[in-house]
């Protein structure tokens, strides 16, 4: 009997060795699977789990600003103000003409049950502000990688692939555009069409995001196209276009959507820097960055007032560049393995 169970071991072996070209596993552990055979993906709580703390922290952090984000716009939008979320331009220490009153609450007040952050110099909510603000953040962000990844992921894997003048006069125009300094060019393009509307802002930010997602895509296509699964699809006359749409833009998006996350953390320290200079959004509209700015003229009487906003931007910010860290390291482990 146990001589029968040895027999159908190694002719299990045999097959492995056959199928993979390979030896077989030296162990139970050590399994070889074999080619054609696809490797079950992990689910997202099984990605989840094996991030680090720190990784983990960050996307519950992200997890709670979007949420926030949906969150605030319910309650603008649909809800007309019903849910529990204070009106963040509303100046509780003025006449409120929904009420016939004047508010109650003293500006710069310290935290409180009322108000978890206090309140700023009009006597605004700050938290609520704060969580209305992070709405700016999160358009601009995945507007701005929308547009890099579409536009920038796409083309980059074009010219990567195909190369010659297609990819010397691409590489060129995006060479003129990156040694332009693109917050520059983005003040320039806003003082002068004197745009405030929030989705055009993002769209622009997007477009002066594209050369940056054109490099690394064109690097990854680059090392993809001389891959033996590409040359063997070429080998048996396979269309161009049909190699760039089924091998090397799906071999290229893991790793530009892994620095699209890195990248979405620049976006948003570029949107504060224009909120903090006035050339973003119209007020009363709240963004971080119009909160910090507002706020620093009473910094010696409430310092808490910048530190809050601040402290939301740098939270969104380290989150998006530890989740954004482990997804290239991942992705990297997936390109070695191909």
Known sequence: MATTENAVDVAKNDEIVRQTGGAGPTSDDDFVVPSGVKQPRKSAFGVFREMPILVKMGVVWLILVFAGAIYAQLDVRVFNGSLPLADPNLQLNNFNPATGEFGTAEPLAPPSWDHPL?????????????????????????VSVTCGVIVGGVLG??????????????????????????????????????????????????????????????????????????????????????????EIIPNVMPTL?????????????????????????????PTWGNMINQ????????????????????????????????????SSHRASSL
């Not at 309140?119 to 502000?129: E, N, V």
């Not at 976006?267 to 009363?284: C, D, K, T």
């Not at 409430?302 to 560049?321: C, E, K, M, R």
């Open 118 to 142: 206090g309140t700023d110099a009009l006597a605004r909510d700050t938290f609520s502000r704060a969580v209305h603000g992070s709405y700016v953040s999160v358009v601009v962000a995945i």
């Open 157 to 246: 894997s074009l010219v990567g692939f195909v190369r010659g003048k297609t990819e010397t006069a691409f590489m060129a125009m995006i060479d003129v555009l990156l040694a332009f300094p693109a917050l520059v060019l983005l003040l320039a393009l806003i003082s002068i069409f004197e745009v405030r509307d929030l989705f055009v802002i993002s769209f622009v930010i997007g477009l002066l995001s594209i050369p940056a997602y054109m490099r690394v895509s064109r690097a990854n296509s680059l090392a993809i196209s001389n891959r033996e699964f590409v040359m063997a699809a070429q080998a048996i006359g396979t269309k161009k276009r049909t190699i760039l749409w089924r």
């Open 257 to 285: 959507i892994a620095y699209a996350m890195v990248a979405a953390a620049g976006v948003i320290v570029v949107e504060g820097a224009l909120s903090f200079l006035g050339l973003s959004v119209q007020l009363p509209t």
């Open 295 to 330: 706020a620093r003229r009473d910094i010696k009487v409430s310092f808490g007032q910048v530190l809050y906003p601040a402290l939301f931007l740098t939270f969104t910010v380290l989150a998006l560049n530890q989740v954004g860290d482990f997804f290239q390291r991942r």
